[in-house]
């Protein structure tokens, strides 16, 4: 007998959630049945998106700042009369990242303000509002592969690899309350809907002056899907961990990169 992923009756907030991966992720959510909040930076990306999924709220969000988080989450808990999902996928890398002589005080804090102190400001905000309600929940946190396999730049793959033990700190932590904290971790993944990866299985691979460089190219061509996902795909995988199917799943760190580390 098969089994299907149902989420009716959750609310669900995804952080970075205006574009791209977050996105993906959000649709996903809402596809199962949660009741889904819209938050990004950009207060237009979160109106535009949330009008576009039929989101239940939108709710722009700098993650950096611990209070507006808090405030954010007491709200969809008054309003929507609960939160029983998180799902921390604001990320920032492109401006930030670089040869390590290179990277400024600045870049590294901006990077690490967004990429981990984010996160740990949802996942004690969502703690606090999880436990106090009593019914469990879930904390979803998107680290990266290059938690476990560097080579993007330091300040970024760095990051990463904080958010995976921080995710499992938490599972050890709050498990005992019944709620789990689990990190998928999405490897090559196309996030410019309407255009064609310039990278995949049918096109000569360039080793040299490709705007994407070199060290992405050939991750491209070790991945045996042969191809980059889809934001959608990381949002399968995140709405598993969010589901009664997820139930005894805990501390995980799921890759979803089409095959890519087990090379």
Sequence with gaps: MG????LQ???ALVTGSGQGIGRG????LGACGATVVVSDVNAETTEATARELGAALALPLDVTDRDAFNAAIDRIAAELG????????AGVYREYGGPVETITPEMWRTLWAVNVDGVFHGCQAAARVMRAAGNGGRIVNIASTQ????????TYDASKAAVLQLTRTLALELGPHGIT????????TWVNPGEPPPIDASAPIPRSGHPLGDAVASRI??????????????????????SPLADYVNGVYLNVDGGWLAE
């Design 3 to 6: 089994m299907e992923i149902d």
């Design 25 to 28: 992720i959000a649709g996903v």
């Design 181 to 188: 904290a689990n990190a998928v971790a999405p490897g090559a």
């Design 82 to 89: 609960a939160l029983d999902i998180l799902v921390n996928n």
């Design 9 to 11: 009756g959750k609310v």
């Design 221 to 242: 061509a070790r991945i045996p899907a042969g191809r980059w996902a889809r934001p959608e795909e990381i949002g399968n995988a995140v709405a598993f961990l969010c």
């Design 147 to 154: 938690a476990v396999s560097p080579g993007v730049g330091v």
